[in-house]
């Protein structure tokens, strides 16, 4: 994978959505057709032979690759919702965030025990919210979870892979010390 070409196309945005965040923009990735086909190619390579049948996406920035993911490996795609979005039955996960508790949800005919379920998200902070959707999907009695990220941050404090345990195999493709 040509790790400086996607990084000199990822923007940083200092002090978004507060002061001290140093917020990692994938719009840039995603406007940049190199780029795009820079990443399917290396998520292709990964999953391909994982027996995979279900690609979930967390809202929003994992609905992108997630969905062209999907498509590529000629299977499935779920969408992993905040509260309240999807109309059908669902199943649901709260977990908590910095200030009080979030709540994410998926369509309760959308995965089976039948599924290998790849959850896809733009990028690794804490670990929360993919924590909650591991659990969510793993509710569903899916017989395999992997997890993949566009990015794991690194930051002193910041432990986003060991809180997500070992449910799922985690991989990041680029990874990020600030
Ligand atoms: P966390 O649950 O703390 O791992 O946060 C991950 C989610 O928040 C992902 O969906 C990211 O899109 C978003 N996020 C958290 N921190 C950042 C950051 N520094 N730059 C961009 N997105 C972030």
């Not at 690609?55 to 000629?74: H, K, N, P, T, Y």
């Not at 995965?111 to 804490?126: C, N, R």
């Not at 404090?157 to 493709?173: D, M």
């Amino acid at each position: 994978m040509n790790t400086d070409l996607l990084l000199s196309h990822l923007r940083n945005i200092p002090d978004f959505p507060k002061p001290g965040i140093q917020f990692k923009d994938v719009s840039t990735l995603f406007i940049e057709p190199s780029c795009l086909n820079e990443i399917l190619d290396e998520l292709v390579r990964l999953y391909k032979d994982k027996g995979i049948t279900k690609v979930v996406g967390i809202e929003s920035r994992g609905f992108v690759m997630g969905a062209i993911l999907a498509q590529r490996l000629g299977v499935g795609f779920v969408m992993c919702r905040k509260i309240g979005k999807l109309p059908g039955e669902t199943r649901k996960q709260s977990y908590l965030k910095e200030y009080g508790e979030d709540v994410i949800e998926i369509h309760t005919d959308a995965i089976s025990p039948e599924d290998v379920v790849l959850i896809h998200d733009d990028l690794l902070a804490t670990g929360g919210s993919m924590k909650a959707a591991i659990d969510l999907v793993d509710s569903f009695g899916a017989k395999n979870i992997y997890v993949n990220f566009l990015i794991e941050l690194r930051m002193e404090g910041l432990k986003g892979k060991e809180f997500l345990g070992n449910k799922a195999e985690i991989t990041a493709l680029l990874t990020l010390n600030e």
